[in-house]
């Protein structure tokens, strides 16, 4: 299961057994296109070797012009005549276009290899949470689970495409040099291996430490941004309640942590400069001074343009060196991005938890019989307790009760969002567990009191309740909805954006499309969730004139706030505390002295 992360805290990511056998879950996605990969590291190893004799040759072509001495690098590996500078730049010019040819292809075709690599990783993912529980919703944050999708994509991206390769070339270039080096001359370079490492190695904690600090003061910067945001939105509030002076400390005590924060960073950064300034300049003059002195006397140790060719090799190994560790940060941050992801895809779906193999025609007779139920992260309290009633075809069963009574509760359970602790809920006498999970919804439809729509035009949201519809059925859907009424009357018709979430459309619109929508589907059970409780007069009429037509033939539960929607409902059933208290006709509950029903039917009328 996921977790949540630290808010305000950057996620560190360690390599662990664990993680990396998750980890290599990627290279199932990777098999499909291993020949194309294959070549591809190929074309990165002739590109790597090539690259590691362009110091060689650079020192050959620096010292082509000095006297010769006894025994240069280049005698000793006489393959090609290195004395003229001429083929030396020719060779180099030679070399160039190798590593580019290869270059070319293997950047062409690790990209093809990513992108249809996390291409059948992103559709993976959301083919599994698309399908994923409803309790899997309720313990992973929207957010962390989009994050998921897009960021842990990108990193994995980054790292299949560029970091790799280049972590593999920096890695076989440093021991390629180093190979070279003591080639060249052992003790020279055993004077080398003393100083640079180690100078690079204390500079990359340095660095690091000096990041945190930067890290800390972006935090505290955040935060009194958020303190402007938050003193600027809540103005009113602030000047009402007199507390200028309190907003304004609060900002000051963050501005002083940003100042000390910077001063402190700064300080270590004057440090670190002064420190690479001395000690590594100081290191490559000592190398070089040594280099000379061994390229002196009669009989020297070491020819020029070996001399040089060292300190080429010294320069590519430096830089090789001082890249590894932000490549391997960044390969460790994939292995965590990738784990991510296959914790998701590893998780079982309804579709194989619910496993139900029956797919009977709904009549629409519905039947809860001393069902018990708890959310799966909260077992310790009981929201439903022996719940029974029964749900006739074409029958409206209102449910009525106060916030946390259980109605929204029973109309989860009734599209099988999650599985009943005790009881059975039974479908024309077919045991829930026992019938296909989306056979079931199929045939249900729900018309929500916060209606989202999702981004498109109108048409697109309607033909959301039956994909295969025509335009004549979706105006057939608008009209009986009461849609047409605004429809119409827009420029673009059915062809309106909504924007997001439907946020260019009032909620009594936004209602009748849903209603529409559901007409649409043409579902056996319906669901009503306060459908009307958030709409002014005019648009509850239509509203519920638009439900009275979808309600029409189908067996209807409808979650009721106000109560003069439902007074011809079959049958109310009034929730307290997870159990019915009261049951009947509006006419038989208002009857009952001192009822729940009639309590707040006296209230809703007053």
């Known amino acids: 299961m ?38 591809g590291w190929i074309c990165l190893l002739f590109s790597t070797l090539a690259g590691l004799a362009f110091p060689f040759l650079m020192g050959q072509l620096l010292g082509g012009g000095s006297q010769p001495s006894d025994m240069s690098m280049a005698d000793s590996v006489k393959m090609i005549n290195l004395d003229n500078v001429n083929d030396v730049a020719l060779i180099l010019l030679i070399m160039f276009g190798v590593m580019s040819v290869f270059s070319f292809f293997r950047v062409v075709l690790f990209t093809n290899v990513t992108e249809n690599t996390l291409r059948d990783l992103r559709n993976d993912a959301f083919s599994k949470l698309i399908y994923m529980p409803m309790d899997f919703f309720n313990q992973n944050k929207v957010g962390e689970l989009t994050s998921r999708v897009s960021n842990d994509i990108t990193q994995i991206q980054e790292t299949l495409r560029t970091t790799i390769a280049e972590f593999f070339r920096q890695i076989v270039n440093v021991g390629g040099a180093i190979v070279f080096l003591f080639f060249i001359s052992w003790r020279l370079a055993l004077i080398m291996l003393a100083t640079v490492p180690v100078i690079a190695i204390i500079a990359v904690f340095f660095g690091r430490f000096i990041r945190k600090l930067s890290k800390q003061a972006q935090d505290f910067n955040a935060e009194s941004n958020s303190i402007v945001e938050e003193a600027l939105m ?27 924060l910077n001063v402190k960073s700064g300080l270590w950064r004057g440090a670190f400069v002064s420190f690479m300034i001395f000690f590594m300049t100081g290191a490559i003059v000592f190398i070089i001074w040594q280099g000379v002195n061994m390229t002196q006397g009669p009989n020297p140790e070491l020819s020029t343009e070996d001399f040089f060719t060292f300190i080429m090799f010294t320069v590519m190994m430096g830089a090789s060196f001082g890249s590894i560790p932000d490549l391997y940060a960044g390969i460790q941050k994939s292995v965590g991005a990738v784990e991510n992801l296959m914790n998701i895809i590893a998780q079982k779906t309804e579709v194989e938890e619910k496993q139900g193999e029956l797919q009977p025609s709904l009549e629409g007779n519905i039947s809860f019989k001393n069902v018990n139920f708890a959310y799966p992260q ?12 029964d749900a006739n075809k074409n029958e409206t069963i209102a449910l009525v009760g106060s916030s946390g009574a259980g109605k929204s509760t029973i109309a989860s359970l009734l599209f099988n969002y999650y599985d009943i602790d005790a009881g059975t809920i039974t479908y024309d006498g077919n045991n829930v567990k026992d019938i296909s999970v ?9 018309v929500p009191q916060e209606v989202i729509l999702f981004a498109g035009t109108i048409r697109d ?14 105006i057939a859907a608008a009209k009986k909805a009461n849609a047409w009424i605004f429809i119409k009357d827009f420029p673009q018709g059915l062809d309106t954006e909504v924007g997001d979430r439907g946020i260019q459309l009032s909620g009594g619109q936004k209602q009748r499309i849903a209603i529409a929508r559901a007409l649409l589907k043409n579902p056996r059970i319906l669901v009503l969730d306060e459908a009307t409780s958030a709409l002014d007069s005019e648009s509850e009429r239509l509203v519920q004139e638009a439900l009275e037509n979808l309600m029409e033939g189908r067996t209807s539960i409808v979650i009721a706030h106000r109560l003069s929607t439902i007074r011809n409902a079959n049958k109310i059933l009034v929730l307290e505390h997870g159990k019915v208290v009261e049951q009947g006709t509006h006419n038989e509950l208002v009857q009952i002295e001192n009822g729940v029903y009639a309590n707040l039917s006296q209230l809703q009328l007053n």
């Open 2 to 39: 996921l977790g949540p992360r630290k808010k305000g805290k950057k996620e560190k990511v360690k390599l662990s057994k664990e993680s990396i056998q998750k980890a290599k879950g990627i290279f199932s996605y990777l098999k499909p296109y291993s020949a194309t990969y294959a070549i």
């Open 234 to 260: 809540g103005i009113s509030n602030i000047k009402s309640f007199t507390n200028e002076f309190f907003t304004l400390t609060k900002y000051k005590k963050a501005t002083e942590e940003i100042r000390n």
């Open 378 to 389: 909260r077992k310790d309290i009981e929201v439903l307790k022996g719940i029974s009633f």
């Open 461 to 474: 949201n309607i033909k959301f309740g039956n994909i295969n519809a025509s335009e004549e059925e979706i």
């Open 438 to 446: 989306e056979h079931l919804r199929s045939q249900m439809a729900i």
